[in-house]
């Protein structure tokens, strides 16, 4: 039987055209004016609608449409609505043109992302990275910065968590409804669909383009689910995360390959491009075929530029968390590309290679090898990765291994109730969720303590008839009888406390049922009643994750846990924005230093939630402090048993004697004035700091209007090729390359402020004094002999003995103790970001 489809689109009223362009837009996600307009049309449609504008707009009748056109209060919101939006879009006074420097005007960043969260409505997302990826969409939109996305196109949502009446989590993978999401087919010079052609080893599959309007940018995503294609390729873009890992690694380059071909059949020429996580990072590749191609240059020199014009987000704290593939799958989907770069089989798997025995290609590797701007996503994640990562830098103290630091934030507007945003308008100006400054938000102290206090209890009242709806349609499902199996969920009155995240084994949602008796006693103190909300979602395979989960349902089923201690079913943005907006306590409890980042503390930060948390990811940037409360363990641990054990009786100790009294300490208004305090000063010192906006606004002076600096000097006639061959001439003389220490020895004490010339004797082969740079390393040298640099300063080339440069430089001890220090060698080029991609370091022997 053959199927013929056609598109039927709403009829709308004249007055209400603008509604079509508004369902299409994902603008409508973060301003609340808009989501009451469609909630005005039909409230109950809307909540079924999973937030899907266009299919609100089909389903709602002919007739409503005409009655509302004649509806003068609901025009004058729409009118209301249709100003804001064209304001926005019309606004050029954005943060972006009142801060881009001079010349970087004109430069655009393609960020690469496996997942995107922008909105219910558009489920192409799993989690964490998927959240940030769609906040910093948000960010780059209200910055007016230049930054568009690439994606995929998933026929089918992550998973849907369906738990049966023992606990245990099934997964379900409802089929995307995407003729009714806020996305649009991109079209040829012809009108037809855009599609590419990717390579996949020795056959060729095809991706159309989609587009989804992002405020003022946009998101693409890639779709391979065509006739035209193989059954097998069809499939690719079916499922996030999905199939085997042959699967996967076709995925990975139809993101990265197929993404940057895509970009060039719009006609569109990113400056920078930017990899969140490895998945995308085959697009390297692709940029430096093209590069190649274009102005007819190897591999050497391609790669030059390549390297300075990409930026790198590992989110991975642990190896085993970063994406690997078997060379025999490299060599079976990657030999087009390889063929094309011009290189052998052994220089081309080096290059995802951690060591050179290693006997799998690193997908976080490669993009740490061939991009010259990296970072970890908080201050900490970056220690960790530059301790993970130094043996590719072998050579270098490992607090100067290239990979820094940019702290995760999130979008403000998305994750604020709108009942906070509007107190938040009142007190701090119309404004404020815009503008996220310290100047602006310490306005906060000035909202009364009865405003603040009774806008977040009416979100906790929300957040728990959300709660008991979800434990009812469980209930029903699993044919539980609902007074039995749940009485009558949550008290608004009680302190209530929430943990929602993956249920990955590192997190430890089970740290808080190590001492169950303990539990029960704080649960149900009589005078201070706590109660614990609980969701999240394990990975398919992730068995323990699964038991974990099951452990805290079985325990919500034991008498004294009844109604108190609950777990709310299929974790995704809707749940997650009810918890954020209305629990009083956010709990975090990973193993340090596992956690890279974690957003979600900051979403319950802007609603006046406070945290309670291990001191891992962002929040080692803030605990301890004074308005909220850090799980304090020791340095180091037996074994795991004695390090959940600590951790955990620190945790009961901070709920019991902490945080429960405190929350119940009232005035003689029934206000918690001590508490509202703490919510205030966790609003105003956290709001300004961890938000998306910051966080672009980081990446942009940091990285973007940098690597498209280097990018134009690179485009200039012969750039690369000059900077391929100086890298050839350094490479070829290094080994000629040494220091000695020609300094006179320092016997005596030295007065603090007290002058001392270092002196160097160098030789560099053919290499002239402009090649490189010489150093004067100032530290501290460990108990285990590591070498520590606190500061460093460049000698000065002072002339020639025979073959030998002579080098010195005058310094002043600024502080008493032990001085220790060393002499090296760098490569340097005014024409590179940084000279320790690839290492060449010569020290003192």
Not at 771 to 794: C, H, M, N, P, Y
Request: charged share 25%; glycine share 8%; aromatic share 10%.
């Amino acid at each position: 039987m053959k199927i013929h489809s056609f598109k039927v689109t709403p009829n709308l009223p004249e007055n209400m055209k603008f509604l079509e362009e508004l369902s299409n837009n994902m603008w409508f996600a973060w301003n609340w004016p808009a989501i009451m307009l469609f909630l005005r049309i039909d409230e109950k449609l809307w909540r079924q609608s999973k937030r899907m504008p266009k299919w609100l707009m089909s389903s709602v009748s002919q007739a409503r449409l005409e009655e509302l056109s004649r509806d003068k209060d609901f025009i004058e919101h729409l009118n209301f609505v249709e100003r804001l939006y064209r304001a926005y879009q019309a606004d050029k006074n954005t943060w972006f043109n009142q801060n881009k420097g001079e010349g970087k005007d004109n430069f655009k960043v393609a960020y690469f992302s496996m997942e995107y969260g922008i909105g219910e409505g558009l489920p192409i997302y799993s989690g964490g990275l998927g959240m940030l990826s769609g906040d910093h969409m948000k960010s780059a939109s209200d910055l007016g910065m230049p930054v568009i996305g690439m994606g995929l196109f998933y026929q089918k949502g992550y998973v849907k968590q369906v738990l049966n009446k023992d606990g245990w989590q099934g997964e379900e993978y409802p089929e995307n409804d995407w003729a009714h999401m806020s996305v649009e087919a991109v079209l040829n010079k012809d009108g037809g669909n855009l599609t590419v052609d990717i390579p996949l080893g020795r056959e060729v599959v095809k991706a159309m383009l989609w587009r989804v309007p992002v405020g003022r940018t946009s998101l693409y995503l890639l779709d391979t689910n065509l006739p035209e294609n193989a059954p097998q390729h069809r499939t690719i873009t079916e499922q996030l995360y999905g199939g085997d890992r042959e699967n996967r690694i076709k995925q990975e380059i139809v993101l990265g390959i197929g993404g940057v071909k895509a970009l060039h059949a719009m006609g569109i020429s990113p400056d920078v491009y930017h990899i969140n996580e490895g998945h995308s990072a085959f697009l390297l590749c692709e940029r430096a075929i093209r590069i190649m191609q274009n102005r007819k240059l190897t591999f050497e020199q391609a790669r030059e530029i390549v390297w300075a014009t990409s930026c790198f987000t590992t989110h991975t704290p642990v190896i085993a968390g970063n994406e690997y593939f078997d060379f025999n799958l490299i060599k079976k989907y990657m030999d087009p590309y390889v063929t094309a770069l011009g290189i052998g089989w052994d220089e081309f798997l080096d290059l995802g290679k951690e060591a050179p025995q290693s006997p799998q290609f690193c997908m976080t590797v490669f993009a740490l090898k061939l991009s010259a701007y990296l970072n970890g996503v908080a201050k900490l994640h970056g220690e960790v990765s530059r301790q993970m990562w130094q043996h590719i830098w072998e050579g270098l103290n490992v607090n100067e291994v290239p990979i820094t630091s940019i702290t995760n934030g999130v979008h403000a507007a998305s994750w604020t109730s709108h009942e906070h945003s509007a107190m938040y308008q009142k007190y701090l100006g119309d404004g404020c969720m815009a503008n996220l400054t310290k100047e602006v938000w310490s306005k906060v102290d000035d909202i009364p303590h009865d405003a603040l206090w009774y806008t977040h209890q009416g979100r906790k009242e929300k957040l728990i008839q959300h709660v008991r709806s979800k434990a009812a349609s469980h209930a029903a499902r699993n044919n539980l009888a609902m007074a039995s199996a749940f009485p009558r969920l949550l008290s608004e009155d009680a302190l209530t406390i929430g943990f929602a995240r993956r249920f990955a084994t590192y997190k430890r949602a089970t740290l808080l049922f190590k001492d169950l008796d303990r539990l029960a006693e704080i649960v149900n103190n009589k005078e201070r009643p706590v109660q614990f909300v609980f969701a999240g979602k394990a990975h398919p395979a992730d068995n323990a994750g699964k038991e974990y989960i099951k452990q805290i349902y079985n325990a919500m089923q034991q008498p004294r846990f009844k109604g108190k201690v609950v777990f709310v079913e299929d974790y995704n943005m809707n749940l997650a924005r009810y918890m954020v907006q209305g629990v009083d306590v956010w709990l975090n409890t990973p193993i340090r230093p596992m956690e890279a980042s974690g957003t979600s503390g900051m979403k319950v930060a802007l609603n006046g939630g406070l945290q309670c948390s291990i001191l891992d990811g962002w929040w080692a940037e803030v605990g301890p402090c004074d308005f909220s409360w850090s799980i304090i363990g020791a340095k180091s641990y037996l074994n795991d048993e004695q390090r959940d054990e600590v951790e955990s009786q620190a945790l009961y100790n901070l709920i019991e004697n902490e945080i429960a009294p405190l929350y119940y300490q009232r005035n003689e208004n029934d206000l918690p004035d001590h508490w509202i305090k703490m919510m205030k000063a966790s609003i105003k010192g956290l709001t300004p700091v961890f938000n998306t906006n910051r966080m672009l606004q980081e990446y942009y002076q940091r990285f973007y209007s940098n690597a498209a600096y280097y990018g134009r000097i690179l485009k200039s006639d012969g750039a690369a090729v000059a900077l391929s061959k100086w890298r050839g001439a350094i490479a070829q003389n290094w080994p000629r390359v040494s220091i000695t220490n020609d300094t006179p020895p320092i016997d005596k004490a030295v007065l603090v402020g007290q002058g001392i010339k270092f002196k160097a004797r160098v030789t560099l082969g053919d290499l002239k004094p402009q090649d490189v740079v010489v150093q004067l390393q100032l530290g501290l040298r460990s108990l285990g002999g590591a070498f520590e640099t606190i500061r460093e300063v460049d000698m000065i080339n002072t002339g020639k003995d025979g073959d030998v440069y002579l080098y010195e430089v005058d310094d002043k001890p600024c502080s008493s103790g032990r001085h220790d220090y060393a002499l090296r060698i760098l490569p340097f080029n005014k024409n590179i970001p940084n000279p320790f991609t690839p290492v060449h370091a010569r020290w003192e022997i």
